[in-house]
């Protein structure tokens, strides 16, 4: 694989107390590209998404060795500015957690803690770009006083999109970002990831493989806390290279 | 549109179908002219040329496997992509005929013809306009139209016929025309068979179509 990674861990290793939730995880994640996590539940792929933005800095007892290189920065230095670097990666949930406020202030919220745009014309015009972003603003334009939590789960779920596209980012991660929507749905947010992918470098953590295989360029297995394989999506799940990874994707374990 | 990304993957292999079908077109009415002019040397550039053929159909497959793996056709996208694998298998398949009559002219030399050549160039035409035909019912997805070509494989059996009764004739007469006689009949079977091929592409557009899969027409050899 011929690229400059856009995200690269080096001997990653992660602690839950004694518990040893990664190890020696090398991984090197491409930009503008959809990358895909795979493995069972408990395998370490959350946990690994999770210490991209540094989520995990939030549990208690919680330990983490070796180095996560973004654009040439460690982003584990003790000096990194957290605020600065959750804005830059950005972070998309399992259920849509929108917040209890209208569309408009869904959208806003971000900029206000990010200090962006104070300017009501700017901030407007940033939540236009955001809604238009996800296929949301031709619903939704008229009705940005709405509370958020009125709409449907995949409207939510798209807003929980665009509140990160807001912030421009350069990295998004998604943790299971469909798993709460039906397949109709799920399929509408891949084509969005597939329109967003131009512009971002997105990571997804998914217990669905036919996801991982439809919607992502590469795909990582992991297993036990380690990265078992990675590759192109394609090659992955045509001709996986370990056995491991041959029994997971066609069923018979996991 | 949902999955608008997998209806331009199916889109682009149609395309590639398509293009595969037209390398096979040129290259079976390539090699019936060199026959015709007894062209050594095109006929070795025919036979080279089959390699790109080939390559085609291994890109096509590698293409559908890739779909298959990762994007879990069902009902008529699965269908679509196991027609075109068995369609490509076809073509790929009509592609060695080419370059077997280019085999054929190789082996025949310089030799002058044992007689000027009729039924066999139409034997080659009939056959290219069933294989148009058939690639644009594909593409429209007209399952009677690919019904109906089958029946025309009748008329290339029919001048196969005449044809090996014509050459059986001149080996009677003069069995110092038995070689290049041969020849010749060879390059007929070589023709009909690329013509009972068509048949399987247009039973396997029949089959993306309605979902059945049958012989449509048997053939007589």
């Known amino acids: ?254 | 549109m949902v999955r608008e990304s997998f209806s331009k993957y199916i889109k682009e292999l149609e395309k590639e179908v398509t293009e595969m079908g037209e390398m096979v077109i040129v290259a079976i009415t390539r090699s019936v002219e060199a026959l015709k002019t007894l062209n050594v040397n095109e006929a070795k550039r025919i036979i080279a040329d089959d390699m790109l053929i080939n390559k085609k159909r291994w890109d096509i497959e590698e293409k559908c496997i890739n779909l298959i793996a990762t994007q879990q056709p069902v009902a008529s996208d699965l269908r679509e992509i196991l027609a075109i694998l068995c369609i490509v298998t076809d073509l790929e398949r009509m592609g060695d005929y080419a370059e077997g009559i280019g085999k054929i002219v190789v082996m025949h030399g310089s030799e002058p013809l044992i007689k000027p050549l009729v039924d066999i160039p139409r034997m080659a035409e009939k056959a290219v306009s069933m294989l148009k035909k058939s690639l644009d019912a594909f593409l429209r997805r007209d399952a009677q139209a690919a019904m109906a070509i089958n029946s025309e494989d009748d008329e290339v059996d029919l001048l196969y016929e005449q044809v090996y009764r014509v050459l059986l004739n001149y080996m009677i007469e003069d069995p110092r025309t038995i070689t290049r006689a041969t020849y010749l009949i060879w390059v007929a079977h070589n023709l009909e068979r690329f013509a009972d091929h068509i048949t399987n592409i247009c039973e396997r557009i029949v089959f993306l179509v309605t979902g059945t899969m049958s012989e449509v027409k048997v053939s007589r050899y």
């Open chain 1, 1 to 254: 694989m011929d690229f400059v990674p856009k995200i690269e861990t080096v001997g990653l290793n992660f602690y839950y107390s004694d518990f040893l939730a990664l190890e020696d995880v090398n991984i090197k994640i491409p930009g503008q590209n959809i990358t895909s996590i795979i493995g069972p539940s408990g395998c370490g792929k959350s946990t690994l998404l999770r210490c991209c933005n540094r989520m995990n800095d939030l549990i208690e007892h919680t330990k983490v060795e070796g180095g996560i290189i973004i654009d040439e920065q460690d982003i584990l230095r003790p000096d990194t500015d957290l605020i600065s670097l959750r804005r830059k990666v950005g972070m998309v949930f399992q259920r849509p957690n929108v917040f209890d406020l209208s569309i408009y202030n869904n959208l806003k919220f971000g900029l206000r803690i990010h200090q962006m745009l104070n300017r009501k014309d700017e901030v407007m015009q940033a939540v236009q770009q955001g809604l238009e972003h996800v296929g949301l603003w031709g619903e939704l334009k008229d009705k940005l006083g709405k509370n958020a939590r009125a709409l449907t789960l995949e409207q939510q779920q798209r807003l929980c999109i665009a509140r990160v596209l807001i912030l421009r980012p350069d990295i998004i991660l998604l943790d299971e970002p469909c798993s709460a929507l039906d397949p109709i749905s799920t399929l509408k947010i891949e084509d969005l990831l597939r329109v967003l992918k131009q512009e971002y470098t997105l990571v997804i953590v998914t217990h669905n493989m036919q996801q991982a295989a439809r919607v992502s360029d590469y795909t990582g297995f992991m297993y036990l806390g380690q990265l078992i394989e990675f590759g192109e999506t394609k090659q992955v799940f045509t001709n996986p290279k370990e056995k491991l990874t041959e029994n997971y994707i066609s069923g018979h374990f996991g």
